[in-house]
């Protein structure tokens, strides 16, 4: 019975294309595909190779899981973070839904570390009280950035990059 699943993933694998990218992040100033749009465009390909999605959250885990019609289940999972608020749980279960079933499906994704590597451009610096340090501050309350992420756009003193950190570790 497994066979049978993975044969109809690599069916569904050379239907899919390019997921298109239809969310805007103002803060990475880069485009992303939400859960949503992404189980519209995955549905109906789903639903030709008999396979069903579900994403139940079980034992602090978010799943996703396709299982077979006709028999067989894969799955993919991540543990959730504990100690989150309501407001910052949500943002991991649809983060976590949505790169558990990227990575399940196997599906395209820029490598957006990877082209910030590649680039040779000058980091400008980040200084505290600026408005940049207020929007930096702002998306590592939020968890819509991450520390390597702003350093991969600034250069941080030592200061300013323990600030940060303080931020990171006061909101878990």
Do not use: W
Not at 15 to 26: A, F, L, M
Not at 72 to 80: K, Y
Not at 98 to 124: C, M, P, W
Request: some cysteine.
């Amino acid at each position: 019975m497994k066979n049978n699943i993975y044969n109809k993933i690599y069916k569904l694998q050379q239907e899919i294309g390019t997921i298109s990218k239809d969310v805007k992040n103002p803060f990475y100033k880069s485009k992303y595909f939400d859960i949503n749009s992404l189980i519209n465009q995955l549905k109906p390909l789903l639903q030709k190779h008999k396979l069903v999605l579900v994403q139940p959250i079980t034992d602090n885990h978010v799943r996703s899981v396709i299982v077979d019609l006709e028999g067989g289940s894969i799955e993919s999972c991540i543990e959730l973070p504990n100690n989150l608020d309501a407001q910052k749980l949500g943002s991991a279960i649809t983060y976590y839904r949505r790169y558990t079933l990227q990575s399940l499906l196997a599906l395209e994704a820029v490598d957006d570390d990877g082209n910030l590597a590649a680039s040779k451009k000058k980091l400008d610096p980040l200084y505290e009280g600026t408005p940049k340090y207020k929007e930096v501050e702002t998306a590592l309350k939020n968890s819509t950035a991450t520390l390597k992420y702003v350093k991969s756009r600034f250069t941080l003193s030592d200061d300013v990059e323990k600030k940060l950190n303080k931020i990171i570790i006061n909101n878990f």
